[in-house]
């Protein structure tokens, strides 16, 4: 362990900070989009050789275990884990002032393998040590739990307590990437260490070397919507942060009335990325001048691709995992091959619902997957808009639909959708089988977006700011029908890899866009599905030759390193 933790601390120069990570999904260390994003970024780094090293905390408590009782309410349970069963404890320990208090932080190490034989090192961040205070030890419990000052005190860990981490071992960072702002405050270390010399100061400027940190930072934002952009009362932030910087310079850095996150991390980072074009123009709206570059999410294909297909791609296809960029040849796949991988993949499907839920899905109809967190924007309801409708739809055009989706424990509002979501299944007993599946989380996610033959995505735009589990899915030749935001609108061809609901760009609203939708269920895609499978195969195929081969964390990584890293 010591040479292997060597060889990564001599060749590993640049730091990708993230709240959350889903490496395996044993450890419960993410939430969704975002933690899925940062952990398909470390399989392509392992596949890529690429300098880097993850840094995250390791989140002892998970976010949650989802439950769903009777009524069609969301119980949240308690999702531990044990770091000690899947990582390694390394000897360094550093302490971070918080609240006046010091609190000390130990990292683990899980290393990330390839199928290539390279491995990438990620630390988890750990308080639960017994020389903490036992408020201080639960830290690094919960993801995504808490009030505002726990969310701050865990923030000053991963910020803070991750560089020095890294420090302490001897880690020589040159580039620090911040996956979302959560990470932010480490800019406030990094400022710290370039005090400019009193001598040399202009009086009303900031005295640091902000030019010396921006060269180091790379700093991707995720999302438009407030709620996901942290912000803090400077009341609490002046109680529980580290003295560090002063207070006027974090002011002027991260705003005059709270300390925003995505503010700071906007101007300390001398590259600023949002995670598809249509997300990166609207971040320029929100923030007007600063740059927003625009290198676009994707899926690290080996991990999505179900085992027939992965059998099929690694036959006609073999270097497809390292370039899936070669993937654009899998127009010439034989048809009757895609359609009995599609079959298997479809199999597993049924087979996990009925034990996830009882219900029995038939493979010979059409199956709407629908999976994402379930929150207002992502409009959740939107496909049950008038059930009358959707019910004479399926009396014509038979299918079925397959849910699944967290909501945050605060949201009430996602909650609810979830009890609506159960109650429409019931009403539509007999016609439209509905199932839910519960817990959503990696292993689910990976059946369901290779098993489903609609994937369907409803977003009000723009909020939708990227959206992965689409491109899963076209890896798998499922067809994505989705409102054009977010990724969609670089990758939809209509009628090629899959359809739009409703004009890109425009006001419309929550019923412009369920009409377009049954519109395009009724009249194209169902018909399609049940008369024509010919042309469905066609459309399959290019799916998987138009988006797998773009829309993969190879290509991503590929493009953060030339053009954000070296830049
Ligand atoms: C891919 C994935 C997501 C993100 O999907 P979106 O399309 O971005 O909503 C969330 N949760 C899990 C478990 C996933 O696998």
């Given at each position: 362990m010591a040479s292997l933790l060597d060889s990564f601390i001599n060749r590993s120069h640049v730091a990708y900070f993230s709240m959350e990570i889903a490496i395996r999904p044993e450890m419960r260390t993410y939430a969704g989009g975002l933690g899925i994003l940062a952990g398909d970024t470390a399989r392509s780094c392992a596949d890529l050789e690429l300098p880097m090293v993850f840094v995250t905390l390791v989140s002892r408590a998970g976010y949650f275990r989802q439950r769903i009782d009777d009524q069609g309410q969301q119980v949240e349970e308690a999702d531990c884990w044990k770091p000690e069963d899947f990582c390694e404890p390394l000897d360094a320990q550093v302490a971070v002032r918080v609240d006046g208090r010091k609190v000390w932080v130990r990292p683990w190490l899980y290393v990330q393998d390839s199928p290539?034989?390279?491995?990438?090192?990620?630390i988890l961040l750990d308080t639960d040590l017994e020389l903490n205070a036992?408020?201080?030890r639960e830290i690094t419990h919960h993801l995504y739990g808490g009030n505002d000052a726990y969310r701050?005190?865990?923030?000053?860990?991963?910020?803070?307590?991750?560089?020095?981490?890294?420090?302490?071992?001897?880690?020589?960072?040159?580039?620090?990437?911040?996956?979302e702002g959560h990470a932010a405050l480490l800019t406030l270390d990094l400022l710290s260490r370039n005090r400019v010399p009193e001598e040399d100061r202009i009086p009303g400027e900031i005295p640091y070397d902000v030019t010396k940190v921006h060269e180091r930072c790379v700093f991707t934002t995720h999302t438009p919507v407030a709620a996901g952009h942290d912000r803090f009362p400077y009341d609490l932030v002046k109680n529980l942060l580290p003295d560090l910087v002063e207070m006027d310079t974090i002011k002027r850095l991260a705003g005059d009335d709270h300390l925003n996150m995505t503010r700071l991390a906007l101007n300390t980072s001398g590259y600023v990325n949002g995670v598809a074009r249509r997300h990166a123009e609207t971040t320029q709206r929100m923030f007007p001048g600063y740059h927003?570059?625009?290198i676009t999410n994707g899926v690290h294909s080996g991990q999505w691709t179900h085992p027939a297909f992965a059998k099929l791609y690694q036959t006609h296809i073999p270097h497809w995992q390292h370039e899936p960029e070669s993937l654009v040849r899998s127009v010439q796949l034989p048809d009757d091959e895609v359609w009995s991988c599609h079959r298997a993949a479809k199999a597993d499907l049924v087979e996990m619902a009925r034990k996830l839920t009882g219900k029995t899905l038939d493979p010979d109809l059409p199956t709407i997957g629908f999976a994402r967190r379930m929150t207002g924007y992502k409009r959740p309801l939107l496909l049950f808009d008038d059930p009358d409708r959707l019910e004479a739809i399926a009396a014509r055009h038979p299918f079925q639909v397959v849910l699944a989706g967290k909501?945050?424990?605060?949201?009430?509002?996602?909650?609810?959708?979830?009890r609506e979501l159960h109650q429409l299944a019931e009403r539509f007993a007999g016609k439209i089988t509905c199932v839910y599946l519960p817990d959503y989380g990696m292993d689910i996610a990976k059946t369901l977006v290779a098993g489903s033959d609609v994937w369907l995505n409803t977003p009000m735009p723009p909020y939708e700011a990227s959206g992965t589990s689409g491109m899963k899915a076209a890896h798998n030749g499922v067809l994505n029908l989705s409102v054009l935001d977010g990724w969609w609108v670089e990758a939809c061809?209509?009628?090629?890899?899959?359809?739009?609901?409703g004009?890109?760009?425009?006001?419309?609203?929550?019923?412009?866009?369920a009409k377009a939708l049954y519109a395009k269920l009724e009249e194209v895609v169902l018909p399609l599905y049940h008369t024509d499978p010919a042309q469905w195969r066609w459309m399959m195929k290019r799916a998987i030759a138009h988006i797998a081969c773009y829309?993969?964390?190879?290509?991503?990584m590929r493009r953060y390193v030339t053009e954000a890293y070296f830049r």
């Open positions: 290539r034989l390279h491995q990438v090192p990620v036992p408020a201080d701050l005190t865990q923030e000053i860990i991963l910020g803070i307590g991750g560089v020095r981490i890294l420090r302490a071992l001897g880690f020589d960072i040159r580039t620090y990437h911040l996956n927003v570059h625009a909501a945050h424990p605060s949201d009430s509002a996602g909650k609810q959708a979830i061809i209509e009628g090629v890899t899959g359809w739009a609901i004009e890109d760009g425009g006001k419309s609203s929550d019923g412009d866009h829309f993969n964390t190879q290509r991503m």
